[in-house]
Every structure is written in C-alpha cells, then in structure tokens.
C-alpha cells in the first residue's frame, strides 16, 4: 500500500516535497515511481528510481528542478520540487512495481497510491 502526501497551494518559484510510504517489508524491492495527472489531461511521467537508489529517471519537463530519492530504512519515497511552475499543478501519484525498470510508462507499475494535490499559483 502506498500513501502519498505533503501536496498543497504554493506560489511559483516555490519549493514543495511530497512523500510516499509504503507498507511491507519488501519496500527495497520495488522500483518507485511519480506520475501527474492535471485537469483534462492524460497521466504524465514525472520521475522514477530503482530499488538502491542508484539509478533515476526524471522527465525532461521537470528536469533541473525535481528530485527523486528514497530512504528504505523507512520505507518512503520523496519527490523534491523546486522552482515550481503554475503549470506543475496536478494531482501527484506515487507508484511502484517489484524488480521494476525505472520506467517512465504508467503501465508498468503495478501499485498506486491515492494521490496528493499541488497547485501553483501565479
């Protein structure tokens, strides 16, 4: 189970971080992943990291400003964004797969959190 949060109303140029915990005792063995889906728009790849952290995947629309990391010893994976636009307003989603790639399609993630809210504003 996986339960994102720390989204919220921020002013561009602002910096927010949101969080993924997850239950179980296998969190090391997933490949863990943040997608967004804004209003009347598809779900869109944000970033990704393996099982260690030692390999990320971020999109190219975000790159330079957002950061993928994970602290397995407790079972959380966080989403670091900085230099917000009003155009990163979305609904964010933590998303996972065991023994995953770092993936940036949404098809490949078996497991979803319920989503956390961002928006800013101009």
């Known amino acids: 189970q996986l339960q994102a949060s720390g989204g919220g109303l921020v002013q561009a140029g602002g910096s927010l971080r949101l969080s993924c915990a997850a239950s179980g005792r296998t969190f090391s063995a997933y490949t863990l992943g943040w997608f967004r889906q804004a209003p009347g728009k598809e779900r869109e790849f944000v970033a990704a990291?393996?099982?260690?952290?030692?390999?990320?995947n971020i999109a190219d629309s975000v790159k330079g400003r957002f950061t993928i990391s994970r602290d397995n010893a407790k079972n959380t994976v966080y989403l670091q964004m900085n230099s917000l636009k009003p155009e990163d307003t979305a609904v964010y989603y933590c998303?996972?797969?065991?023994?995953?790639?770092?993936?940036?399609?949404?098809?490949?993630?078996?497991?979803w959190g319920q989503g956390t809210l961002v928006t800013v504003s101009s």
């Open positions: 998303a996972g797969v065991r023994y995953g790639s770092i993936s940036s399609r949404h098809e490949a993630y078996h497991y």
């Open positions: 990291i393996n099982w260690s952290g030692s390999n990320t």
